[in-house]
């Protein structure tokens, strides 16, 4: 029997959910043209579809709520949130924005140009349309062994420094305006980045004088990750961990909605005096002054307490016991996932559950739709839906590797219960796997067509 780890908290608030009936679930899936993220909430009985924004917030959080200083320039909030950012981030300038693609979108409006190129471990959606957005190219390096699900590795969200280095030398330098890498490695299933990967990645992209950001949304699990598994870090504090991450680091660029558990929120940071100067121009321009960036005062309140709440050891053992306990549950029925399992969701390996389902009919969307039938469960496809994109330059269409759908686990929010219903439902489903189908676009946008796809099941 997996263990489960107990909650390093108690329940003050409780928020009613609804299981509603097989027929009404049909009807609401019909409505919403298969696509999970047009269902209504009321709808949804275990919400996976992103534990982005999702979390409960503390005690501590919602009282600091109370003290936002709402002035439109220089609050005492922004002076909070900035001493927080200096001690665990440690970078000249930052700014706050609305969430992790606003950053995304402020630093490539920056750095990207038409032609040029960005590589990664992996960039996530946003990322990756956002760099698009600008005609630039976003390349994913990471390890093969990402690709294996079953392969144990601890680190499986490290950079391929081969591959690295032999597409900076292709490319040029001069065509590569900054390098990222993704902590935890989201796209490709919450995978770590071991802090030997990360300081390697930077001393590369020092050598070429290409400026290095980390896409930080899930710092501190992937920190905590580094205690557990890699030599020389058992000993060290979460926090002490995570400033080595990005002493390395030029800058980054993270959604607050992870990590920091608020429900809005994110960080752009660099110690360039100059790449400042345009962020703050681009900022002010699109999201707000240089002091909110879009949030009101009370948010930035909220992320400077989460910032740490986020980092604490007792809560990190937790979270990440929360997720190795549901991944128990499933390999006990014999469901592929990829291992080991990341720290905010379980990856389940959808193109090996449903091997009869092709590609180009997605698998992970099939797999998606029928646990909200089953269940009432909303999960999210990370698969061809999300990620098929045509080649920029031959117009063939290129299909991921890995066929997914994710459980990410909301913080603070699900209880063991929840989890168990979560994990018999997925039992039920994978014994009438072959009776599924596979969808057909009704209609689909040519950038993050997950969010508004319509589909037909075939
Ligand atoms: C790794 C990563 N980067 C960036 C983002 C974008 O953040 P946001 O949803 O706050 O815009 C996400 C969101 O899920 C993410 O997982």
Redesign the pocket.
Known sequence: MPHYPPEPFRIKVVEPIKLVSPAERQAAIAEAGYNVFALKAKDIFIDLL?D??TGAMSQNQWAALMQGDESYAGARSYFRLKEAVEDIFGFKHFVPTH????A?NILSAVLVKPGCSVPSNMH?D??DANIRARGGRPVNLVIEEAFDPANPHPFKGNMDMVKLKAYIEETGPANIPLGMI?VTN??GGGQPVSMENIKAVAALYHSYNIPFYI?A??YAENAYFIKLREPGFADKAPIEIAREMFSYADGF?M????DAIVNIG?LLAMNDDEIFKHVSNELILREGFVSYGGLAGRDLDAMAVGLYEGLDEDYLAYRLGQTAYLAGLLREQGIGLIEPPGGHAIYLDAGALLPHIPHAEFPGQSLAVEMYLEGAIRACEIGSVMFAHPDQDTGEMIYPRLELVRLAIPRRTYTQSHLDYLAESIGKIAKRAGDLRGYKFTYAPELLRHFTARFEPL
């Open positions: 992103t982005s924004g969430q992790g693609r606003a995304e996530f946003t990322t993704t989201n796209a896409d949304a899930r660029c959604s607050a909605k992870k994110g």
